[in-house]
C-alpha cells in the first residue's frame, strides 16, 4: 500500500500561481506512476496531469493549455504540480494518486489516494 499526502491549496486570485505537493510513503519501490486528478462537487474526477516514477516521461490533460507542469523529486518520494495562469474554472479539489500497475490509463487504474486539498481561484 502506498500512502499520500497532498499540501499547497489555498485561495488565489485568477492569474496567480500555486505549487502543490504529493508526498509518498509505504510501497514507494513499486509505483509505476503518479498523477493529479481533481473534482468539483458532485462531479467525476478528472486527470490533470501524470509522470512515470522510473523515467521523465509525463503525461497532460489537453485542457490545461500548458499552464500546469508536473514533476518529480525521487529523493524525496515527492510529485509537484506547478500551476500557472489560475482560471476561476481550475476551483476544485486536488488529489494526488499513485498507480502499481505497469500498465494505465484511466482515474481506475490509480489505487492510492491523498486526501485532497482545496484550490480556490477566484476572479
Known amino acids: 500500500q502506498v500512502q499520500l499526502v497532498e499540501t499547497g491549496g489555498g485561495l488565489v486570485q485568477a492569474g496567480d500561481f500555486l505549487r502543490l505537493s504529493c508526498a509518498a510513503s509505504g510501497r514507494t519501490d513499486s509505483i509505476d506512476a503518479m498523477g493529479w486528478f481533481r473534482q468539483g462537487h458532485g462531479a467525476e474526477r478528472e486527470f490533470v496531469a501524470a509522470?512515470?516514477?522510473?523515467?521523465?516521461?509525463?503525461y497532460y490533460s489537453n485542457s490545461l493549455e500548458g499552464r500546469f507542469t508536473i514533476s518529480k523529486d525521487s529523493a524525496k518520494n515527492t510529485v509537484y504540480l506547478q500551476m500557472n495562469n489560475l482560471k476561476p474554472e481550475d476551483t476544485d479539489v486536488y488529489y494526488c494518486g499513485a498507480t502499481l500497475k505497469k500498465t494505465w490509463g484511466t482515474v481506475a487504474d490509480f489505487d492510492s489516494w491523498g486526501q485532497g486539498t482545496q484550490v480556490t481561484v477566484s476572479a
Open positions: 509522470i512515470n516514477w522510473n523515467s521523465p516521461r509525463t
